[in-house]
């Protein structure tokens, strides 16, 4: 295992990322970890770079055992500054350096140590590497060498003479610098001799046998399924670890799409033997929805009657629960939550600052006393589609584009009511079911249907109608934070158009929002 040490970097969590794909298993903590607390001993350890100045009088540092361990290290950006640090408090200058692209120009040691040249080996000579601001070395501590330079940075790498430390000023676990993750491997694999044993199969057999000592022989775990990859694949987990001791609840609440229910109810009890309630309440959902038009409004009512609806559901069922031969309390409480909602709580302020629930379950836990399970916090998404794919879930719901807890509810702009949510559901079944035909949707992030709260004059049949206008809504972006519109084809929009008209009773305008994010949001509401 390489031990990451985060020093709050907001790159700090694509170092792990790059490990990982390696195949080199690698855990990240908080800096300030007490490494004589730790039950494992690292083959090595990298310090993430951070916001800070190593000078300043609250800066956090590394614990000084790391240097006592025999273990390499590698120190990114903030990290450098703490290796010189601790070798000589005044090798430092506080003058901001360059932010991004750099030529990195590498200096061969032969005949030296030969550690020292192990971390470029096999690298390009001038290698395009990414800087990003952090204070300067004014001159190298004593018994280090200077490994690599670029134009502004007389001291971009150094290495220890005698041990395997080295310190770089870029960042090798960003996509800008070429080659960066062949010099974590050099690192990892090369230095440290790290094993490239991680793999997704064994990170199920660790994870279920994690769950099944967590739990115990009797425990009871429930938690809320939607129907998308994290909740399904965070379920099917349990599933495989405690059987029907884990309690998947999907709650109905009128604001799905169509026959979304039942499929899902289907493809969770029927394909993946989850012990599955489905509870509709849709009915209550939408009467609550009634008269109300405002965004922020309906995400409240939805976000409140969900919590309530499952703390029902989960009273009702620990009683049956608790009456039936299969006893024990439920106890546990399953999250889907992924690797990148818990970052930021474990900077260096400690685990415990905050932990990020999701929307729709941010409330469940101060109402029920229940522990969390969160047995993908260490997965990114793209992870959790391979663990979705190894868990045997299908393909089509591996790659589903998410979809938002508050559901057609903000898709369909203004008042909720029955005759709009059937408008909403029949045209976004046909315009998926196009993306899918035109082979696009695995090329889009998300797309979706909404109806507007204007009606517009169109001609049908001879006859001049006034009826309902439908936007459509397929956006491309890696990290949903910005997003661009996707540029169909002419003929595509046509025939999607053609068809809502001609088929969802009510229609007769289609409308392709091309607003990108921002100014625009992925949803309409
Ligand atoms: P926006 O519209 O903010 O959406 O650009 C970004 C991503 O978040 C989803 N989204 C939500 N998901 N509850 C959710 O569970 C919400 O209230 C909510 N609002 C937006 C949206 O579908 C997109 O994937």
Redesign the pocket.
């Known amino acids: 295992t390489i031990l990451v040490l985060d020093f709050g970097s907001q790159y700090s969590h694509l170092i792990t990322r790059r490990l990982r794909e390696l195949n080199v298993y690698s855990e990240m903590l908080p800096c300030t970890q007490k490494l004589s607390e730790l039950s494992w001993k690292p083959k090595g350890i990298i310090l993430s770079g951070g916001p800070y100045s190593v000078y300043w009088d609250d800066a956090p540092h590394v614990d000084p055992e790391a240097f006592e361990m025999g273990v390499p290290i590698l120190g990114i950006c903030y990290g450098l500054q703490e290796i010189a640090w601790h070798h000589g408090k005044n090798v430092l200058a506080g003058d901001k350096r360059e932010y991004g692209h750099a030529t990195l120009n590498i200096h061969a040691h032969e005949g030296k140590s030969s550690h020292i040249d192990q971390l470029f080996q096999t690298l390009e000579k001038d290698m395009e590497v990414w800087m990003s601001h952090g204070d300067k070395l004014s001159h190298l501590p004593p018994s280090f060498v200077t490994i690599a330079t670029t134009p502004n940075a007389p001291f971009a790498g150094i290495a220890h003479e005698n041990k395997p430390y080295y310190g770089i000023q870029f960042h090798p676990e960003v996509t800008h610098t070429r080659g960066g993750t062949k010099l974590l491997k050099n690192f990892a694999v090369g230095v440290c001799k790290a094993k490239q044993d991680w793999s997704m199969e064994k990170f199920v057999d660790k994870e279920i046998a994690r769950i099944r000592a967590m739990v115990g022989e009797k425990g009871q775990v429930i938690g809320a399924v939607s129907g998308g990859v994290d909740s399904t694949v965070a379920a099917k987990l349990m599933n495989e670890a405690i059987g029907d001791r884990f309690h998947a609840v999907l709650v109905d609440n009128g604001v799905l799409r169509l026959e979304e229910s039942q499929t899902v109810k289907e493809t969770l009890t029927k394909h993946l033997g989850i012990n599955l309630t489905v509870v509709d309440a849709s009915e209550r959902f939408l009467g609550l929805l009634k008269g109300v038009s405002d965004p922020e409004k309906k995400?409240k009512i939805i976000?409140n009657t969900f919590i309530e609806v499952f703390q029902e559901t989960a009273k009702k069922i620990a009683e049956d629960a608790h009456g039936s031969s299969r006893q024990g309390e439920i106890e546990w409480l399953l999250q889907g939550t992924l690797y990148p909602d818990v970052i930021e709580s474990i900077s260096f302020k400690g685990p415990s600052a905050t932990i990020k629930t999701?929307?729709?379950v941010g409330g469940l836990l101060e109402g029920m006393h229940l522990k969390l399970i969160e047995p993908l916090r260490e997965l990114f998404k793209d992870e959790v589609r391979a663990l979705g794919t190894n868990l045997g879930i299908p393909e089509d719901l591996v790659w589903r584009h998410?979809?938002?807890?508050?559901g057609l509810a903000?898709r369909i702009l203004g008042e909720v009511t029955k005759e709009q949510l059937r408008i909403a559901r029949e045209a976004d079944k046909i315009f998926i079911e196009e993306i899918r035909a035109a082979g696009l949707y695995n090329q889009i992030s998300?797309a979706f249907a909404a109806v507007l709260p204007v009606k517009a004059v169109g001609v049908m049949g001879d006859k001049r109608v006034h009826a309902q206008v439908v936007a459509l809504r397929a956006v491309e972006t890696t990290d949903?934070m910005t997003?661009d519109w996707f540029p169909f084809d002419g003929h595509f929009l046509k025939r999607v158009s053609r068809r809502i008209v001609n088929e969802v009773d009510g229609v007769c305008r289609v409308l392709y929002d091309v607003t990108s994010?921002p100014p625009?949001?992925?949803?309409m509401e």
């Not at 998410?402 to 508050?406: N, Q, W």
């Open positions: 995400r976000g999701h929307h729709n998410p979809f938002p807890g508050p903000i998300q949903f997003a994010k625009g949001t992925i949803e």
